[in-house]
């Protein structure tokens, strides 16, 4: 039997394409790049592979009648128009759990750099300005309060390195988690008013677009640290630049922007701010495992079994 056609809509990892070309005839961002190509294929494409920032707009996933699977490599799917595929009944899954370590290491990485201005002290020595005096102080971050926006299992993961850094630890989320030993607050700016380090790790989305904003900002405060891991488009970033400059904010943290991989010039000005390029999940050993459970996902719906993560709406 011949091989399944797959719609790659992003360039494979590495770490995924090996799999994928063994078992299906993958077109790479064909709808992109060659649209009479793309015409050609769309009718048989049975399935598409996509990473966390793809955008799978209704449009496409209507011009493939075939298909039945997207296969995300990435927890957040907020690109994919999950409602479309399920009136098509194609299914739709992700890869949660496996890079819980790495991002929430990296959120932790990020405070520490923001508050003890380690990329700085790093510029400082290669400099050479030690010899003139020492670098100004810096803020502690051991017993700080700290806000998670978004206690899912990300957030927890959050939680407990903070925990051992004595944070005091409270969340904001949908709904308050009663297992949870954390204080809930209703409202991220009811949040940030008690926090000293907001860190955002809630899903992107239309429902979540610019949550952290100008209000939140001033919450958190001019001692306040900002540190998002989660998308770009949760924090408004016209707002968190203006407070940045205006020194209504601390400092910041950012691994996720609104417009990846272009970063405002304006932003990377900002001494007070450490920059990331989006590496959350960016480890060989996640990014490996993250690779595996997608590549399995389309496995198992190919031989006739559930997916072993569908997102949440479809399980
Ligand atoms: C990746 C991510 O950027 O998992 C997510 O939601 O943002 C990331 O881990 C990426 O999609 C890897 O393909």
């Not at 993958?26 to 015409?39: K, N, S, Y």
């Not at 592979?49 to 209704?58: D, Q, R, T």
């Not at 400059?245 to 996720?256: H, I, M, S």
């Not at 609104?258 to 990014?287: C, F, M, W, Y």
Request: aromatic share 4%; glycine share 8%; net charge neutral.
């Amino acid at each position: 039997m011949s091989q399944p056609d797959l719609l790659a809509v992003a360039k494979p990892s590495p770490l995924l394409a090996p799999q994928l070309t063994a078992a299906f005839r993958v077109h790479e961002r064909l709808h992109e790049t060659d649209p009479a190509a793309f015409a050609a294929v769309a009718p048989t494409v049975r399935a598409i592979s996509a990473s966390g920032e793809s955008k799978i707009p209704a449009a496409l996933i209507a011009q493939l009648p075939a298909l039945e699977i997207i296969s995300v490599m990435g927890v957040g799917y907020d690109g994919v128009d999950v409602a479309a595929a399920k009136v098509q009944g194609v299914m739709v899954t992700h890869t949660p759990d496996v890079l819980n370590d790495d991002v929430a290491d990296l959120a932790i990485g990020l405070m520490l750099c923001a508050a003890r201005q380690l990329p700085a002290a790093d510029r400082f020595v290669r400099e050479g300005r030690w010899p003139a005096g020492p670098m100004p102080l810096a803020r502690k971050m051991s017993g700080a309060r700290l806000g998670i926006v978004g206690m899912g299992r990300i957030g927890q993961a959050i939680a407990l390195r903070a925990a051992a850094f004595g944070m005091q630890i409270a969340y904001t989320a949908r709904s308050a988690k009663a297992a949870l030993p954390y204080l809930f607050h209703p409202t991220p700016v009811a949040l940030a008013a008690q926090s000293d380090f907001l860190v955002v790790i809630t899903p992107g989305g239309a429902g979540t677009r610019g949550l952290i904003n100008a209000e939140v900002m001033a919450a958190l405060g001019p001692q306040g640290i900002l540190v998002n891991v989660a998308r770009g488009s949760v924090v408004d970033e016209a707002a968190l630049i203006d407070a940045l400059e205006r020194g209504l904010l601390g400092g910041a943290g950012l691994d996720v922007f609104e417009n990846e991989p272009n970063v405002p010039d304006r932003l990377k000005a900002l001494p007070q701010v450490v920059l990331a390029p989006h590496i959350g999940s960016a480890t060989t050993a996640t990014r490996q495992a993250m690779a595996d459970l997608a590549f399995n996902n389309l496995r198992e719906h190919f031989a006739g079994r559930r997916p072993l993560s569908p997102v949440p709406e479809l399980r």
